[in-house]
């Protein structure tokens, strides 16, 4: 509880959101002394992994990186199945970690927050839920998620059809039974292709409508080596120190010193194939150029393509999957037995690159000419990544301003985390930090922690106000864009950038260097908190 200017708050911070940013924003605010509350729309804690509960999802970083470092004890106990784990196990383990730190009894939750409103006289925040109940915080932390407002296109004729339709951001809760039924899942992203070989299994038949081919490459998950988790275990916090300071803040098996065309043609495809053989993100860091040359990308991307010719069995269909952008300018994509899955006899590729989808019928989807009956749908269509939810809150700061106003040409937040003109405002993995491009959960931590401190710091300095100076935050944003564009990242469309929602201002989202965003950070606390006016 905060007391200024005569006006006491209800709460020293109000966290929206109980995915694993907002349940480590709970456990270390009310640590460090300060009265901590969780709103949370879903019934349940786990965010991402509450919600993505379509077949075959599961996380693509390794179980021994995507958890908590935060306490010794709880990343020794904690025993995960897998090298890569599957969404029921993640929520497991949010749910233990929820219950081991006694976190539950401070978050509310089917409570959506629908405004905070910051009073500049006393430097709080009024935050208002849907249900009318109205609280106050010095602080107001979004965790909101990156990827958590599902995006479902208009499709003409959708009020027509009859059957099922999900979104795998939405999954419901309650078991969908897709054996033997007809299904169309739309979309060829990341969702896509590990929902693709899992519901082939059980559907009767399923329609892929693809309107663009990806790269994937495989996961090769397994049951946890116990070898590999004694050793990692036996140096955790090391191994955690590590990875903290490697690029996108995980295990990397980067070769930084030698260019592409440094080595032969039969080097180069055999350090492809070993790196095929080593799955996750291994290409991206083939060679020091891989990700910032054109040319030297293309011998990935031509690696990858000879591979889907090796094992989709029918060549036209091989080429129909063969994808022909820059490498990594879509979000790279792990994958079990994907393109393994459209040597099935119940499998249809829906080519949709060219007319895209015609419409929706009663009983099914057209296109192409053709009325694809199906008993289900499954958009796998992605979200409105990094602003969707918090554009949709109504949030006001100084003078009574809209954060979805002052983000109309594009978000701008200094560090990727705090936005001029709303102080005391933080947000978790934002647009403009690392975020996306990182193991999240590191960039959550880290982000908690910066929080954290800050508020530690003021308190013990009796401020109580932080807000990032316009001085520091139009750099941040021009660095930010800058920087992506020294990557291949920006080479093409994506929803980094947002074009996957019409109308969206076309701005680089995420920070691309992980080890300078954290050097960064670290200097503006040295600096005593360089860009931002404390109060
Ligand atoms: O969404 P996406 P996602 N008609 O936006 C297609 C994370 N993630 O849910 O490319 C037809 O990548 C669209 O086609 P196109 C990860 O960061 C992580 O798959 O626009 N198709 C595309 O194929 C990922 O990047 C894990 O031509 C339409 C697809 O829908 C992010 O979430 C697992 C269409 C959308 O792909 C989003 O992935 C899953 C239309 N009108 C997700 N509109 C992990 O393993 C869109 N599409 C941790």
Redesign the pocket.
């Known amino acids: 509880m905060s007391t200024v200017n005569s006006v006491t708050t209800d709460l020293d911070a109000v966290v929206v959101g109980a995915g694993f940013a907002g349940i480590y924003s709970l456990q270390n605010l009310r640590n460090k002394g300060f009265k901590t509350r969780v709103y949370e729309a879903a019934g349940g804690v786990g965010g991402t992994w509450y919600w ?1 509960r379509y077949p075959g ?5 390794p179980s021994l990186q995507y958890s908590y470092s935060f306490d010794e004890t709880l990343q020794q106990e904690w025993q995960w199945k897998n090298k890569y784990s599957d969404q029921a196990d993640i929520l497991n383990y949010a749910n233990h970690v929820v219950d081991r730190f006694d976190l539950r009894k401070d978050i509310q939750f089917d409570t959506r927050i629908v405004s905070a409103i910051f009073d500049e006289d006393h430097n709080f925040w009024t935050i208002t839920t849907d249900a009318g109940e109205s609280v106050t915080a010095r602080h107001f932390v979004l965790a909101t998620g990156c ?1 958590s407002t599902s ?1 479902i ?1 208009e ?1 003409e004729g959708f009020d027509d059809y009859q059957g099922k339709a999900y979104h ?2 939405r999954w419901p809760q309650e078991p969908v039974d897709l054996t033997g039924k007809k299904v169309a899942i ?9 929902a693709i070989p899992a519901v082939a299994e059980l559907a009767g038949h399923l329609y892929s ?4 081919p ?1 790269f994937t490459i495989p996961q090769h998950n397994e049951p946890l080596n116990p070898e590999i988790e004694k050793q990692i275990k036996s140096r955790y916090a090391t191994y955690r120190d590590e990875n903290y300071h490697s690029p996108f803040a995980q295990e990397v098996s980067g070769n930084f010193e030698t260019n592409t065309f440094d080595v032969s043609d039969e080097e180069r495809t055999a350090e492809y194939e070993r790196r095929w053989q080593m799955g996750g993100f291994a290409f991206l860091v083939a060679y020091a150029d891989s990700g910032s040359d054109r040319v030297a990308n293309e011998t990935i991307a031509d690696f990858v393509r000879d591979k889907i010719r090796g094992i989709v069995n029918d060549p036209a269909l091989a080429e129909k999957l063969c994808p022909d952008f820059v490498y990594a300018s ?2 790279p ?2 994958d079990t037995n994907y393109f393994e899955t459209f040597n099935r006899d119940n499998v249809t590729l829906v080519d ?1 690159r060219d007319n ?2 015609e419409r929706f019928t009663e009983t099914g989807i057209r296109a192409n000419g053709i009325n694809h009956e199906v008993d289900c749908v499954i958009f ?4 409105d ?1 990094l602003t969707g939810t918090l554009n949709k809150m109504e949030i006001r700061g100084r003078g009574g301003r809209l954060l979805k106003d002052k983000w109309a040409e594009g978000p701008k937040a200094y560090l990727g985390l705090c936005a001029e003109g709303f102080p005391n405002m933080y947000v978790i993995t934002g647009p403009g930090s690392p975020s ?1 491009l990182t193991n999240m959960m590191v960039a959550i931590e880290q982000h908690v922690n910066f929080i954290a401190d800050t508020m530690v710091h003021m308190r013990a300095n009796d401020q109580t106000r932080i807000e990032a100076k316009l001085e520091a935050e139009e750099p941040w944003v021009a660095h930010v864009s800058e920087l992506g564009h020294t990557t291949l990242f920006t080479a093409g ?1 994506n ?1 980094y950038f947002g ?2 929602i019409p109308g969206k201002p076309r701005v680089f989202l995420p920070h691309v260097d992980w080890v300078g965003y954290v050097e960064k950070c670290e200097d503006v606390v040295d600096k005593n908190y360089d860009g931002f006016s404390l109060a």
């Not at 409508?209 to 663009?212: A, I, K």
């Open positions: 993505n999802a599961r996380c693509d970083i990827l995006n296109p499709f795998s951001g739309i979309g060829s992203g990341s969702t896509a292709i590990q409508f693809q309107r663009t990806q879509k979000r994509v792990l949709i895209g989808i796998a269509t992605g979200f990544a996306v469309a929803w074009d996957n």
